[in-house]
């Protein structure tokens, strides 16, 4: 049986030492020179001492091998701390306190609240009613909002019962382990019973239990049999291109050095054959005559020795040390300081360094790395007038900065201080009694799915499914109308100072196709409202005709809100008689009882209600970008780095960031978006989005068809330089599983690769590392991985460079990272200044290392044909050591002894009239030959070179020189006409509420099953239908699974 213990380092104390040789000899060099060391180990062909060889090889590798050594100890005491994690096991019928690796598949664990879920469980019941808990999967996903498990009745009644827990014998028969983070099958037979299990049912690890005080779970994959754990890769072995560039160089190099030995054997044949036998007699040698043919053999081997230093081993100790300093340049780097959290820069690995300046692809997480995922309510427009905009004495639009002063709460004593509000024209209506405005801020208090409870103090708490509801909510209670408590059938909130209780007659819920909710109340002036939330696109379309001038307005404000990146929503109210509720009510209890199209005839009454709505206004919620996204975005496509971004968010939210980041603009002439939920539907939008990109340069005049690769994956830069305009592709995670697929993975790259940004949404971890590997694999090109959690880690292992974001989700992409910091923007400073000098520095190095080699090992070479090709060497070894350490050390030494001389204090005052400066600048060029010469110097330097690129591109063009050609011949041949004006697409940032809530709370809070009433008060009709319904959960479980298809109704292109 599987224990629950994880493993994410390389090596093990018994397997760390032949891993590691293997690793480190598969570098070519460190396998020639130990092939050089048995050579020299043969006396008869070694004229030098095999120490010489065998001290620097044993240096390198056992300095490699001590680095490689803390890295993993660094993963081991990672790996110790997660599994020493302690968790209450039931474990003889006794809650014991057990660490996380010795947890077992069949153990039953109970949770408390805030705690991180050990293994992927079986919920058997928890403190809440009908055996209910609300997790936050972070870790997993991205997301921060809650999403609710329900256990089986069957086994919710276990409650905290110790006795029947420690009883509980059931069987679960479940689907082998895999990485599908929302889907789940398997059944469970307990006594004498079967009972069907999904991903409702499941708690997996990674999660963190919230609002809930306790549960109670069975384990069923622990270890690395866990989802989370099945979607993390396995660490790999990164090399740097300049790694790979020097294995290739050394091939070629050891080809150079055979060619020379094989020239030096073939002259020592030659000369022993010929001049041999008598220098044997000038010397009075008694030797017997030798084979010349040996004797070259022997002689061939003797140079490979000698002339071994073309590629000398210390090549390899140089490259280590520039690594190491490098890093410790990025460790101290002021500017990549995080002062708020104290946390540095970190250089997780020195081997990767100067791949940072080499960066062609980014792809980066979205919540937590670019954004805070804090909600902050900005802006609203109520009847026409916006609120929230900070003018000047003159009327002038300013900006708001921390000198202003906020608003005063006077009016709400329960007001959170931390809640900045700039405009006190909003507080000066809601004291003068402004009906709209109380209308508007009494809606955002009771169209909502947010519990609330109080803490030890006496403070609000408020339990949110989505953080835009959130931040709605507390604006409201900071302006006065506080939502203080809800029942099944009433809401209670505090308007002004005062309780007003209000009836809950009905719940309309959210979902994916109406983009709204709603709820119908009844007043205590026995009046009932029917208050309605949403997409504004969708709102709009149920206004009463008497708007007409009201929605202009507010529309025009809603285009400027989503022009500032705000996600916006919009309000609105009617007005409900009491008799057509009743027959409406009436026929929605009887659509609730059917069997036969139940959803569609409630969706069918929910349209028909929701109709002549007045419309009060829009709200305007920011989610807050971190500090510096925008500019570090703008600054790395400048460099011609493409952004990726991969999220496991809704799609609408992830478009909203996409504009607030301007990866997305409005002046982009398309956005391809792909939400196909087949095979076939995904392959006919790509191609339809191909057509779109390609159809205008498909062929040339010269004859040259740009765009035929059907057989291969590999994309020429010359495809890249015909597309023209900015264009943007937007894929979903069901849409992506279909594209990856090996018939369409070519036209996914394709399209994605001439696309200026691509945003992939709803994507798994796993999905995320397929989507690097695919870049990485047909592109050849150099890829960075940035993220913050750990469903980030499978993505940062596969990527060229992994960058890890010290954030709000743990430090799991930390660990799994080659570089870490605090914030996105230091990725600017990370790639452009450390990447590009680092880059720079080791190809400088490695010219003048190459030179200096050569230029040393060619002495040998021709001293050959000087000495009769016997393999002597032509300066001893103690004789250039002593050198190289002379001109190395004693030129550092005078080169510094001379700076610090010539501007020291000292020396100006013992020889003032040596040091003549005052009047030298003026003086030399006032001197004509001064002036000529530079001018000379520039016109012989530059003409040559201009020249020789006008002939070049005049009589010898490349294709990409034909291709600029014939584009700028069609610009001049091609007729003027007047540019189409570009329509804006601010609509497709509006309305983030849309995607960022998910359905099914408001049949939770209608049945009352998720109250922690112990006397519920009686239910009126409709609560009663939905209570006593049977499956409100398998419809929970339905709609939670829908597709969010309708958006295809609202994308930017239609495909």
């Not at 049949?1003 to 319904?1029: Q, W």
Request: charged share 20%.
């Amino acid at each position: 049986m599987k224990d629950n213990r994880i493993h994410t380092s390389k090596y093990s104390i018994l397997t760390f030492l032949p891993i590691n040789l293997f690793e480190q000899f598969q570098r070519v060099a460190n396998a020639y020179f130990l092939f050089l060391l048995i050579l020299q180990l043969i006396p008869e062909i070694s004229s030098l001492t095999w120490f010489t060889t065998i001290v620097p090889l044993v240096l390198v590798v056992t300095m490699t091998a001590v680095k490689d050594a803390t890295d993993d100890y660094f993963r081991h005491k990672s790996d110790n701390q997660v599994n020493n994690r302690q968790s209450e096991v039931l474990i003889d019928s006794k809650l014991q306190n057990e660490k996380w690796m010795n947890v077992k598949v069949g153990d039953i664990i109970k949770l408390e609240n805030n705690q991180f879920v050990a293994a992927d469980l079986l919920l058997l019941s928890s403190s809440e009613p009908h055996g209910l808990c609300y997790i936050e999967t972070a870790e997993l996903d991205g997301e921060t909002n809650l999403k609710v498990r329900h256990a089986l009745s069957v086994t919710s009644e276990l409650g905290a019962d110790i006795s029947r827990l420690a009883k509980f014998d059931g069987i679960v028969v479940c689907e082998a382990p895999n990485n599908k983070l929302d889907k789940f099958t398997g059944v469970l037979s307990w006594n004498g019973s079967k009972h069907s299990l999904n991903n409702e049912k499941i708690i997996l690890r990674g999660c963190v239990l919230r609002n809930t005080s306790w549960c109670f779970g069975m384990v069923i994959f622990a270890g690395p049999d866990t989802k989370l754990m099945q979607n993390s890769g396995k660490t790999k072995f990164k090399r740097t291109s300049i790694d790979r560039l020097m294995n290739t160089l050394v091939l070629w190099i050891f080809g150079f050095l055979i060619c020379l030995g094989t020239i030096l054997a073939i002259g020592n044949s030659i000369w022993e054959n010929q001049v041999g036998d008598q220098f044997r007699t000038f010397l009075f040698s008694n030797e017997r005559e030798k084979n010349s043919v040996f004797s070259g053999f022997l002689t061939f081997w003797s140079y490979i020795i000698i002339l071994n230093t073309v590629v000398p081993i210390s090549l390899y100790v140089s490259v280590e040390v520039i690594r190491l300093g490098h890093s410790y340049f990025i460790n101290w780097d002021r500017k990549m300081y995080y002062s708020r959290k104290a946390t540095p820069a970190e250089a997780r690995t020195t081997t990767l360094n100067e791949e940072l300046g080499q960066i062609e692809y980014v792809f980066s997480d979205k919540t937590g790395t670019l954004t805070q995922n804090i909600m902050t309510f900005k802006k609203c427009s109520i009847n026409g007038r916006i609120y929230g905009e900070v003018c000047d004495d003159w009327g002038q639009k300013t900006d708001m900065t921390k000198k202003k002063e906020t608003m005063g709460f006077s009016v709400s004593p329960q007001a959170d201080r931390t809640f900045q509000f700039f405009d006190h024209h909003l507080m000066e209506s809601i004291e003068l009694g402004d009906p709209k405005v109380h209308e508007f801020l009494r809606l955002l208090a009771l169209c909502h799915t947010v519990m609330s409870e109080e803490n030890s103090a006496g403070e609000l708490i408020y339990q949110v499914q989505s953080p835009d509801e959130g931040a709605l909510v507390t604006a409201a209670k900071n302006l006065g109308f506080i939502f203080k408590s809800r029942t099944p059938e009433t809401i209670t909130i505090e308007e002004l100072g005062t309780l007003v209780t209000y009836q809950l007659l009905a719940f309309l819920d959210f979902n994916n196709f109406r983009k709204r909710m709603s709820v119908i109340v009844r007043n205590p002036e026995g009046q009932i409202k029917l208050y309605s939330k949403g997409a504004d696109t969708i709102l709009f379309e149920r206004l009463h005709p008497s708007n007409e001038d009201l929605l202009t307005l507010t529309s025009d404000h809603l285009s400027e809100f989503a022009g500032e990146g705000l996600r916006t929503l919009a309000i609105a109210y009617r007005d409900l008689d009491d008799k057509y509720f009743r027959e409406w009510h009436k026929m929605l209890e009887d659509a609730n009882t059917t069997t036969d199209e139940r959803d569609e005839r409630i969706a069918g009454l929910y349209e028909e209600i929701e109709r002549d709505l007045m419309l009060l206004g829009a709200t305007a919620v920011e989610d807050k970008l971190q500090d510096g996204v925008i500019e570090t975005v703008t600054s790395l496509s400048l460099a011609n780095i493409k952004i990726w971004v991969l999220t496991g968010d809704k799609q609408e939210t992830a478009i909203n960031i996409g504009y607030a980041c301007n990866m997305l603009t409005d002046d982009m002439n398309d956005v391809f978006i792909i939400a196909g939920n087949t095979a076939t539907e995904v392959r006919e939008e790509l191609r339809k989005a191909k057509e779109n990109l390609f159809g205008r340069n498909r062929s040339f005049s010269n004859g040259h068809v740009v765009f035929e690769k059907k057989q291969s994956l590999e994309l020429d830069s010359v495809v890249e330089e015909t597309v023209t305009g900015d264009y943007a592709l937007i894929i979903n995670g069901h849409s992506l599983a279909y594209a990856l697929e090996s018939d369409v993975k070519n036209d996914l790259l394709e399209l994605a690769c001439m696309c200026k940004t691509v945003v992939c949404c709803r994507v798994t971890p796993l999905q995320k590392a397929q989507v690097v590997e695919l870049v990485k694999k047909y592109r050849n090109a150099v890829t960075l991985a940035i993220g913050d959690g750990a469903n980030d880690v499978s993505m940062i292992k596969s990527a060229h460079i992994g960058v890890g974001i010290s954030g709000q989700e743990g430090l799991q992409a930390v660990l799994a990272s080659d570089y870490s910091f605090a914030q996105f923007r230091y990725l600017q400073r990370l790639l452009l200044v450390h990447g590009r000098w680092s880059y720079v520095r080791m190809c400088k190095f490695l010219c003048y290392f190459f030179y200096k080699n050569f230029a040393f090992t060619l002495v040998h070479f021709w001293f050959g044909f000087f000495c009769g090709f016997s393999a002597q060497i032509a300066l001893d070894t103690s004789y250039w050591t002593v050198i190289n350490h002379v001109f190395i050390w004693g030129s550092i030494a005078t080169y510094f002894s001379i700076l610090f001389t010539m501007h020291s204090n000292d020396i100006f005052g013992i020889f003032p009239n040596q040091f003549p400066f005052v009047g030298n600048a003026r003086h030399s060029l006032t001197q004509k030959c001064i002036w000529l010469v530079i001018l000379l110097t520039t016109v012989a330097s530059v003409m040559p070179v201009v020249a020789f690129r006008f002939l070049k591109v005049d009589l010898f063009p490349t294709l990409s020189d034909q291709i600029r050609q014939w584009q700028k011949a069609q610009k001049k041949a091609r007729p003027l006409r007047t540019r189409k004006p570009q329509t804006r697409r601010s609509s497709s940032r509006r309305s983030g509420y849309a995607f960022a809530h998910q359905e099914g709370y408001g049949e939770l809070i209608t049945s009352g099953k998720n109250m922690r009433a112990k006397n519920p008060p009686p239910m009126s009709g409709l609560e009663k239908t939905l209570y006593n319904s049977t499956s409100w959960i398998e419809n929970l479980c339905k709609k939670t699974t829908d597709t969010v298809s309708s958006f295809s109704q609202d994308k930017t292109v239609k495909l």
